[in-house]
């Protein structure tokens, strides 16, 4: 297959992961109403994603070194679409709670599998990466404004769950046509062949910090942005579903503006503009709790914001480590699991048992110390970048 083709696919399987991702949100009701749980109990889902995510994620980088990316994929999508299908149907908490646990098994699996991929082929491409990340932003649009469809028609959200399981299924051709071969990755800008691997760089930790708190709190603000809206506005159901896909949009149209402009600027610029608009977003969400007018605008600001950070941090990290990107990539996403499953889920328990208020301030100081721990790396990531150059002249003399 040629780039173009393999590029097609990841961006196939990459909707599908994004319609999967946006229909949770709208469905939490449903399914707390389908298992006899409150939302409390449901938001659970969260944590067992996670409880699934983090062995997948950090499985899947170091089976992508050795072996490729194909047998990563094709796990993570059977994985993924049987799992979707039982958490649609499950009457009973405790099964739908087991099938949340293989969701999260294939979407880490999925997640890594693809951005490796990706990266290998187009190294130091964050439009590339971007582009990537904007299929899986338009399903993620596309889904919740289903599930509000849905909800208008037949009263549930949850047909929006099945037809993601079946869009994920319908990737297996395309995967199985990808080569058995790991690809070689696109050199270096420079001519540089990057730093041998070691999980002794505090630099990657920094990084795995920054996703930490970044996937914890997208997941956060996309996931309990209908219930929240639904508690403290006058907002129907389904268009509360809509501002939840306004939110995924705002996701899709950041990084598609980087894809398209994202070649004239680095790494750190795009990651310091975009950190900061996702701050100045959590502050307006904290001030604006019962405004309807002021929550959609912060929760669609908190999408723009959030749009480029996780691809572009994917691209830093597989290039700083070119000899394993797989493992560089599952310390970003594994730390970035970790977040995705403490954050919502702390989230979902003071929505229900404290205040929306506090719910969205929790949130809003979230994206405040992303904003810290960003500038703590980008002048870290300066010093590193200067001992590597200083490196590289001594080998050459």
Request: a neutral charge.
């Amino acid at each position: 297959m040629t780039k173009r083709a393999i590029l097609f696919v990841s961006c196939v399987s990459f909707f599908a992961l994004g319609w999967l991702a946006g229909a949770v949100g709208p469905s939490l009701n449903d399914l707390a109403d389908q298992t006899q749980s409150d939302l409390s109990a449901v938001g659970s889902i969260f944590m067992l994603t996670f409880l699934g995510g983090l062995p997948a994620q950090a499985i899947a980088g170091w089976v992508s070194d050795r072996s490729g990316q194909r047998p990563v994929l094709l796990a993570g999508v059977v994985l993924l679409g049987l799992s979707a299908f039982g958490v649609a149907a499950s009457p009973v908490l405790a099964l739908t709670l087991g099938f949340s646990l293989v969701w999260g098994l294939g979407f880490g699996t999925l997640d890594i599998g693809h951005n490796v991929l990706i990266a290998e082929l187009y190294a130091h491409r964050v439009n590339v990466m971007n582009l990537l990340h904007v299929f899986f932003g338009v399903g993620a649009v596309v889904s919740p404004a289903a599930a509000g469809l849905s909800l208008e028609l037949w009263d549930t959200a949850l047909p929006a769950l099945w037809v993601g399981g079946a869009l994920m299924l319908a990737t297996l051709p395309f995967v199985l046509r990808l080569p058995r071969e790991r690809f070689p990755k696109e050199a270096p800008s420079g001519g540089s062949n990057g730093a041998p691997f070691s999980y002794r760089v505090p630099l990657l930790w920094m990084f795995g910090a920054v996703m930490m708190v970044y996937v914890g709190v997208e997941i956060g603000v996309g996931g309990w942005a209908q219930p929240y809206l639904e508690r403290t506005t006058e907002l129907s159901p389904s268009t509360a579903a809509l501002a939840t896909s306004g939110f995924w949009m705002a996701l899709t149209a950041s990084r598609l503006l980087i894809a398209v402009i994202g070649g004239r600027m680095t790494s750190a610029l795009v990651l310091t503009l975009s950190i900061g608009i996702a701050a100045l977003s959590g502050i307006l969400m904290a001030i604006s709790t019962g405004g309807a007018a002021l929550s959609v605008t912060a929760i669609l600001l908190a999408g723009f914001g959030f749009g480029p950070v996780y691809p572009t941090i994917i691209v830093v990290l597989t290039n700083l480590f070119p000899h394993a990107p797989g493992k560089a990539a599952s310390i970003g996403t594994v730390m970035g699991g970790i977040g995705g499953g403490i954050i919502p889920w702390v989230q979902g328990i003071l929505l229900e048992r404290a205040s929306p208020e506090i719910s969205v301030i929790w949130i809003g100081g979230g994206t405040i110390v992303m904003l810290g721990l960003w500038l703590l790396v980008r002048r870290a990531s300066l010093s590193y970048a200067r001992a590597a150059a200083e490196r590289e002249q001594v080998a050459a003399a």
